[in-house]
């Protein structure tokens, strides 16, 4: 793969997210989540995936630069539910997914992080939904799964605002498991999915398909409802803006528009 490494030891898959400066998340990098996916579903020698990001990030966002190859709504919803099914099918794989985050996990980063099902950090780490800053919202699921761990008010908070918080903070909203030092971060995470994988895997699938039940019954509308609003407001002159704005790395100047 161009954009991810897998490497086994004791019944666990660390998978390196590797695009450089930022781990941006291109459509190439996530049809490559997918396709790692598909290489260790059916192999008996992976019980837990454990995904983190080489360099200084776990994964700063998606790729703004690619939006800007895309020029319908219809493409970009698209574009969203692309990304809404890989992450979904992270969320419901019969192994465990663990995402150990260091440096920043914002926008699809994010996302891509709430789609695994333990979150271990740094505790300087940086978790957000930055969208609102370019005039876009979340497009992978993010205004769906990030209420269901710390809250409607909370995600409130932070979608609007787009102010990221700690890794601390992210145990202590319930966004993330456990926090610790940089130098820690991937020994634990390891100590962790190493216990983890001498569980029974039979008994693991069935575990994991049961926390699919604890979704609402809205959620699946919700995600539509993104996808769709997603397209809608990638073709305003306010996301043109934004998008802009962020290239040239300076504000954005937003009219309502």
Same mark, same amino acid.
């Given at each position: 793969?161009?954009?991810?490494?897998? $490497?086994r030891?004791?019944?666990?898959?660390?998978?390196?997210i590797?695009?450089p400066?930022?781990?941006?998340?291109?459509?190439?990098?996530i049809k490559?989540?997918?396709r790692?996916? $598909?290489?260790v579903?059916n192999?008996d020698?992976?019980?837990v995936?454990i995904?983190h990001g080489?360099?200084?990030?776990?994964?700063?966002?998606?790729d703004?630069?690619e939006?800007t =190859?895309v020029?319908?709504g219809?493409?970009?919803?698209? %574009?969203?539910?692309a990304?809404?099914?890989v992450?979904?099918?992270?969320e419901s794989?019969?192994k465990?997914?663990?995402?150990?985050? /260091?440096?920043?996990a914002l926008?699809?980063?994010l996302e891509?992080?709430?789609g695994? /099902?333990i979150?271990?950090? =740094?505790e300087k780490?940086k978790l957000g %939904?930055?969208?609102l800053?370019l005039?876009?919202i979340?497009?992978?699921a993010?205004?769906?799964?990030l209420p269901r761990y710390?809250?409607?008010?909370?995600?409130?908070?932070?979608l %609007? =605002?787009?102010e990221?918080?700690?890794?601390e903070?992210a145990v202590?909203?319930?966004?993330?498991n456990?926090?610790?030092?940089?130098e820690e971060l991937?020994p634990? =995470?390891?100590?962790m999915?190493?216990?983890?994988?001498?569980?029974?895997?039979?008994a693991m699938?069935?575990a994991?398909q049961?926390?699919?039940?604890t979704k609402? $019954?809205?959620y699946y509308e919700?995600v539509?409802?993104?996808?769709?609003?997603?397209g809608e407001v990638?073709?305003?002159?306010?996301?043109?803006?934004?998008?802009?704005?962020?290239i040239e790395?300076r504000?954005?100047h937003?009219k309502?528009n």
């Amino acid at each position: 793969m161009e954009f991810l490494k897998i $490497d086994r030891e004791d019944g666990v898959a660390i998978v390196s997210i590797n695009r450089p400066p930022a781990n941006a998340l291109s459509s190439g990098l996530i049809k490559e989540i997918d396709r790692m996916l $598909d290489s260790v579903e059916n192999d008996d020698s992976v019980r837990v995936i454990i995904l983190h990001g080489e360099g200084r990030f776990f994964s700063a966002g998606a790729d703004i630069k690619e939006f800007t =190859t895309v020029s319908s709504g219809e493409e970009f919803t698209k %574009l969203s539910a692309a990304g809404q099914d890989v992450f979904e099918r992270l969320e419901s794989f019969k192994k465990p997914v663990i995402a150990a985050i /260091h440096g920043a996990a914002l926008g699809g980063g994010l996302e891509l992080a709430m789609g695994c /099902h333990i979150r271990v950090v =740094t505790e300087k780490a940086k978790l957000g %939904l930055p969208e609102l800053q370019l005039g876009l919202i979340p497009g992978f699921a993010g205004t769906q799964r990030l209420p269901r761990y710390v809250g409607v008010a909370r995600a409130a908070e932070m979608l %609007l =605002t787009s102010e990221p918080i700690t890794g601390e903070e992210a145990v202590r909203f319930g966004l993330a498991n456990h926090a610790f030092s940089e130098e820690e971060l991937l020994p634990k =995470t390891m100590e962790m999915a190493k216990k983890i994988a001498k569980k029974s895997p039979i008994a693991m699938k069935a575990a994991l398909q049961m926390l699919q039940f604890t979704k609402p $019954d809205s959620y699946y509308e919700g995600v539509k409802a993104e996808a769709d609003s997603f397209g809608e407001v990638f073709v305003s002159e306010d996301a043109k803006e934004g998008i802009q704005a962020f290239i040239e790395k300076r504000e954005p100047h937003f009219k309502g528009n």
